[in-house]
């Protein structure tokens, strides 16, 4: 019997993607509902399980969690990367890593929530309507804003073509920008610091690396306009979290949507949760019922067929 730890199941929704029922008698399944405390707690709690099922980038799968699960065989994380797993000590213990495949639209669907809710002051009339106010602030209209990009893949590509719609004039930078990309959907290349200085809105589309982490910084702030606003739907470590909190605090820029943090979950007396010019969500970009359809299915399809010998989807 093959046992199997289906970690950060916040919402504990496996089971509606799957029929546990029909495993019963291959797989024996362990749900984790709750991240761990740290890593001893980890291996305490896993170390007898033989394949694990994970979120990616919730729970680190180290060098030393896989030292210390003597039994594990199988890795199959959600998405087609995860920097979060020890890739070359899985490889070194012949342990088979899968992924999966992801839908982007949720990512720049949620992009444009923030921008909107942002522009609405969606949250503070939202939460005044439930006490019985009326109209208590005035919006901004997105037409004839400028729409800065960092980043022009699948995600900003997105959300820039959905910009135009709006009416926006949308500008892009980044260190290896497609300019052929840009000029057939009609988007302005520009370097960074321009797009900092002229852009009303500034959404982030980059994958997380060392030559993007920390790429927003006290010095950025001071360069965009004290109206503009930032928007991170891509990954936490991006934006030097210490300086936008200051950033908030002193008005430099308008506000912030963010769906992505350093810690996540993010804890609860954390700063930014206390800040009216931020406006949070908990990490929804990916989390759709589409998307965890293709994850669970697809882990399960993976495990099958590496048990057999025909692996899949393999990142190692």
Same mark, same amino acid.
């Given at each position: ?17 799957? !029929? ?13 509902? +709750? ?33 210390? @699960? ?30 999966? !495949?992801? #839908?982007?639209?949720?990512? =720049? ?11 609405? #002051? ?8 439930? +006490? ?11 037409? *004839? ?22 009416? @926006?004039?949308?500008? =892009? ?50 360069? @965009? ?10 990954? *936490? ?5 210490? !300086? ?5 605090? !002193? ?5 912030? *949507? ?19 010019? =931020? ?19 697809? @882990? ?17």
């Amino acid at each position: 019997m093959i046992k199997i730890a289906v970690l950060d199941d916040y919402q504990n929704i496996f089971g509606e993607f799957i !029929d546990i029922e029909s495993y019963k008698d291959r797989y024996e399944f362990t749900i984790f509902n +709750q991240p761990f405390a740290n890593e001893a707690e980890a291996l305490i709690s896993l170390e007898k399980f033989d394949a694990l099922f994970i979120m990616r980038e919730r729970t680190r799968i180290t060098k030393s969690l896989i030292e210390g @699960m003597k039994n594990l065989k199988y890795i199959m994380t959600s998405g087609k990367r995860n920097k979060s797993i020890d890739l070359e000590e899985a490889k070194k213990r012949k342990i088979i890593v899968c992924g999966t !495949d992801i #839908n982007s639209n949720p990512t =720049a669907e949620i992009t444009w929530a923030l921008i909107l809710g942002l522009m609405r #002051n969606m949250k503070q009339e939202i939460d005044n309507m439930f +006490q019985g106010y009326w109209q208590s602030s005035i919006g901004l209209e997105l037409k *004839g804003k400028i729409l800065g990009l960092i980043g022009l893949g699948k995600i900003g590509t997105q959300v820039a073509k959905i910009g135009k719609a709006f009416g @926006m004039q949308v500008v =892009a930078w980044s260190e290896n920008l497609n300019l052929s990309e840009a000029n057939k959907i009609g988007v302005l290349p520009m370097s960074k610091d321009e797009l900092l200085r002229q852009s009303d809105i500034i959404s982030i589309h980059v994958v997380l690396g060392e030559r993007y982490k920390n790429l927003f910084t006290e010095k950025e702030f001071k360069i @965009m306009k004290k109206t503009s606003f930032l928007i991170n739907t891509s990954r *936490g470590p991006i934006v030097n979290e210490k !300086d936008l909190i200051k950033a908030l605090e !002193d008005d430099d820029i308008a506000g912030a *949507g963010l769906d992505v943090y350093d810690i996540e979950p993010l804890p609860q007396d954390h700063r930014l949760r206390f800040l009216p010019n =931020a406006l949070l969500m908990p990490h929804l970009g990916f989390v759709t019922e589409e998307n965890y359809s293709i994850f669970f299915n697809q @882990m399960m399809e993976n495990l099958d067929l590496s048990i057999k010998g025909e692996p899949k989807r393999l990142l190692n």
